[in-house]
C-alpha cells in the first residue's frame, strides 16, 4: 500500500471527491434528513428516497452524491458519509433501487445521478460547481460511467466535477464488450477520477481497473488515478461477516460466486481517502 503522504498528493489533483482536505468548515453534521428528489420533469416519474446530511457552515459547501451496493441501502456509506461531513462536505445518499431489484444496467439508474446533481444544484447551502459523485460496488460503476460525455450533459455546471468508485466492476468498461457502457469512455468530461479496489476482487481480472484509467488517461492525460489495496475482496466495508456473492456479472461477465471479507482497516482508509 502506498503511504498516505502519497495518497494525499494524489487526492490534491482529483477535485471534489478527493480533495478539498484543508476545508475550514465546522464539521458538526446535521442527522441524514429524508427528503424525495424529483426526476427530470420529461420522464414523468415519481420521486426517489434520499438522506442528506448537512455539515454547519456559514457559507456553500461542497457536496457528494454517493451510490449504494446492489444490496441497496444497507448502512454500509456510513463511513464514507461521516468522513466527507466532517471534512466539511454534503452528502446526499440515494436510493436507486431495493435489495434483489438490481436493473438491467447501469444506464437504468443514470437518471438517479443526473437528478441527484441537479437537487444539490438547487440548494442555497450546496456549491453548484463542487458536486462529486462516489459508490459503492453498483454506485461505483454509475460513478464511472457519470465521466462519460455520452451521459453527462453539455453544460459544466450540470455536470459532476469528480467521480470516485469505491471497488467498482471495472471490465465493463474496458471497451470489449459490444455494448454502451463499453464505450461510455471513449469521451470523458477530463473531470478528475478515482478508483479504489482490492486486488481479490473477483468480479474483475487484475489489471482491468487498470485498463479502465489507462483508457481514461489517453484521452484526458492525468485526469485518472488507481489505487489497489493488497488482499482486499469485493464489498471490504460489509458489516455481516464473511460470504459469498453469486452473481452472473462475476468473473468478468461469466458468472460464479464471488467471495468477500470485511476489511476495517481498508474501510477506514477508503474513507479518509474520499474527502
Not at 231 to 247: C, L
Request: glycine share 10%; hydrophobic share 40%; proline share 8%.
Amino acid at each position: 500500500m502506498i503511504d498516505r503522504c502519497t495518497m494525499k498528493r494524489m487526492a490534491r489533483g482529483l477535485g471534489v471527491v478527493a480533495l478539498l482536505l484543508c476545508l475550514s468548515v465546522a464539521a458538526m453534521a446535521q442527522s441524514g434528513q429524508r427528503v424525495d428528489v424529483p426526476f427530470a420533469r420529461e420522464l414523468n416519474r415519481p420521486p426517489f428516497a434520499a438522506w442528506l446530511s448537512l455539515p454547519n457552515a456559514s457559507r456553500p459547501v461542497p457536496a457528494v452524491v454517493i451510490g449504494h451496493t446492489s444490496a441497496g441501502v444497507d448502512g454500509r456509506t456510513a463511513p464514507y458519509r461521516n468522513a466527507l461531513v466532517a471534512a466539511g462536505f454534503a452528502v446526499l445518499e440515494i436510493e436507486m433501487f431495493k435489495n434483489g431489484r438490481r436493473p438491467a444496467t447501469l444506464d437504468d439508474t443514470v437518471p438517479h445521478a443526473l437528478a441527484a446533481q441537479q437537487f444539490l444544484a438547487a440548494n442555497a447551502a450546496i456549491n453548484p460547481l463542487k458536486i462529486g459523485i462516489m459508490g459503492m460496488s453498483w454506485g461505483g460503476g454509475l460513478a464511472i460511467l457519470m465521466a462519460s460525455e455520452l451521459v453527462s450533459p453539455f453544460d459544466p455546471r450540470q455536470r459532476y466535477a469528480a467521480y470516485l468508485g469505491i471497488y467498482p466492476v471495472c471490465w465493463p468498461f474496458v471497451g470489449e464488450a459490444p455494448n454502451r457502457t463499453s464505450i461510455a469512455l471513449g469521451s470523458t468530461t477530463g473531470n478528475p477520477l478515482l478508483i479504489l479496489g482490492g486486488t481479490e476482487d473477483k468480479y474483475d481480472a487484475s489489471d482491468d481497473c487498470q485498463k479502465v484509467v489507462d483508457r481514461v488517461n489517453r484521452k484526458k492525460p492525468g485526469s485518472a488515478s488507481l489505487h489497489m489495496y493488497p488482499g482486499a475482496t469485493h464489498a471490504w466495508d460489509n458489516t455481516t461477516g464473511s460470504y459469498k456473492i453469486s452473481d452472473k456479472n462475476a468473473f468478468r461477465g461469466k458468472g460464479g460466486d464471488v467471495p468477500v471479507s470485511p476489511q476495517t482497516s481498508v474501510t477506514s482508509d477508503a474513507a479518509a481517502l474520499s474527502p
